[in-house]
């Protein structure tokens, strides 16, 4: 496709007119930030992050999505063709999976990622590598009407609109769970702090009450840290006839601590479309092979797929992919993968009705051509 440029060099043939602007996005959202502003955020990815569900969903929705590879296919056939280099390996300094999984991870908490485009093909000015840029590094300046983004920044320094050094936005199907999810978000990360506050109280609240003679104040103090600090040793106390301990708080099973946490688990699982039983401890161990490939697709559908078609989509925008042409993930070989029969069955089906060579059925079997060698095809 051409000699390269870099961002931290110059070409020895400029495109010229052949450069294709990358697409300035329309903000689509009801309020402005919301969704593109890292800074204005209704909860921050740490705090989010630090609810377990949270990060079992985010967990399996981008490590999922992240191990299956991106291919390039023609629109006309369908047609499997060469694909560039970057699309195994977007980023010179990071695996494909690390760089798929920082997108997905920023599309899922901020319904927006941003990759820069660090070199780019000579001949056609279309990008050849990437890096992924965190969504906190980067603000944006947007015409009058508010609607479309005129200029971007990364770390204050303005980002050229087109070429190198510019930004490739991947826009959400919403403003991502930092938003839309932030009251629910709050509520988890207060139940567990109450939870953990009296998990660390050995004796609910309480005050320490004197029917006899009344005592001096250092008498008084010196009765309840010697109290205090006996029931952080042990369960077992002792007070004289006169003093009487009176619980003024509710237990952790009086304040339900155990079922608040169980339910915002549900809430979180509606939060991100995930089905709940994935956040649960307890699998169901009924489930056959033929059930759980129909539960991954019901899970691909309601969960992935909308991350999934946020990535395809952008990268097979004319700006980056070239008319034509488009790039989707290999869910098939990947995530989707049936049964070993029930792929030989429908080959042979394909074979019979001469939809495809012997030689297009071992590859779709990862099989060696026959009189091949791995040194010879190497």
Known sequence: MGLINRITGRSAKEPSNQ???????HVSNDVLAVGYNYPFAGVSRAQAMSVPSIA???SLIKGTIAA???KLYKKSTGEEINSPVWLDQPSRSQSYAVTMGLTIDALFHFGVAYWEVVEQYSDNGKPARFEFVQNDRVTFDLNLSNTIVNQYYVDGD????????SLVTFQGVDEGILNRGKTTIRQCIDVQNAATINSLTAQPIGVLKNSGAELPEAEVQGIIAKWTAGRRKGGVGY?????????????PKEMGYVEQIMNLSTEVARMCNVPAYYLSADQNASMTYSNILDERKQLYSLCFQPFVSSVEDRLSMDDICGRGNRIRFDVDSSFLRTDPMERLLVTEKLLSLGLITIEQAMEMEDLSPNGNTVEEIA
């Open 239 to 251: 007070l004289s006839g006169t003093i009487d301990y009176i619980p003024t708080s509710f237990s």
């Open 158 to 165: 303005a980002r050229p609109m087109e070429g190198l050094g």
């Open 56 to 58: 079992r969903c985010n």
């Open 19 to 25: 450069i294709i602007a990358q697409y300035a996005p």
């Open 68 to 70: 299956m590879p991106l």
